[in-house]
């Protein structure tokens, strides 16, 4: 009777807690580790090419083979990056599953082995000359893209902040009325949330951007 007891509680469990329901619970309990950007791109990412893959299977039913499949599929849109950090995710909520006690294995560990090493292109040597940075903004400028682009390309040569703070930049973050002008990028938009104090870059003058530009 006992174990009849534990077999029903481990069935209703099973059927409870699909793949879906436990991803959305691990996806918010990161979402208070992660920007807004990563966050919203993961799940959107889950609900295109995972959930209606496994979504609704019972998570202890999902075998090695089941993510396998689910992973190659998304790797034949010629998707390599994207793949790699789905599988990547995957390990991390089949983790949590394991801490749960709602499945023994992680079915995503082998999953690994079907994709492709990502290609070793060496480190890209970094601009140690004034004129080179001149270079790539003279080519930007004439590249055929939008001025929303154009300047945000501008503001990372300038900065050198991270692509997804300067995507998610709002104008109440620039103080540009001083001597010395600021963006100032609230720590919790910063990918260390355990900061203190919020990043505050200092900007250069428009002269000085504008001369940069034109030699």
């Known amino acids: ?16 807690n699909t793949f879906e329901a436990i991803a959305a619970e691990w996806l918010k309990m990161k979402q208070r580790e992660w920007s807004a950007g990563h966050y919203t791109k993961l799940a959107r990412a889950f609900e295109r090419d995972i959930y209606p893959a496994i979504g609704k299977l019972p998570i202890a039913s999902i075998t090695p083979a089941i993510v396998a499949k689910a992973i190659e599929d998304i790797h034949k849109r010629d998707v390599l990056e994207t793949a790699t950090r789905i599988l990547q995710h995957l390990n991390g909520i089949f983790r949590y599953t394991q ?3 709602l499945c023994r294995d992680n079915p995503a560990l ?7 090493r990502k290609k070793d292109t060496g480190r890209i040597p970094a601009l140690l000359e004034f004129a080179a940075l001149g270079d790539i903004l003279r080519h930007a400028d004439m590249a055929r893209i939008s001025p929303s682009v154009r300047m945000a390309h501008r503001l990372c040569a300038f900065t050198a902040a991270r692509i997804g703070n300067i995507i998610n930049a709002e104008w109440k973050e620039f103080d540009l009325e001083n001597d010395q002008p600021i963006w100032n990028i609230p720590r919790t938009k910063m990918k260390v949330k355990s900061r203190l104090i919020d990043h505050r870059i200092p900007l250069p003058h428009w002269e000085q951007t504008h001369q940069t530009r034109i030699h």
């Open 110 to 116: 082998p999953a690994r082995k079907i994709l492709p």
């Open 1 to 16: 009777m006992t174990q009849r007891r534990i077999n029903h509680a481990e069935s209703s469990a099973a059927n409870d």
């Open 99 to 101: 801490a749960k006690g």
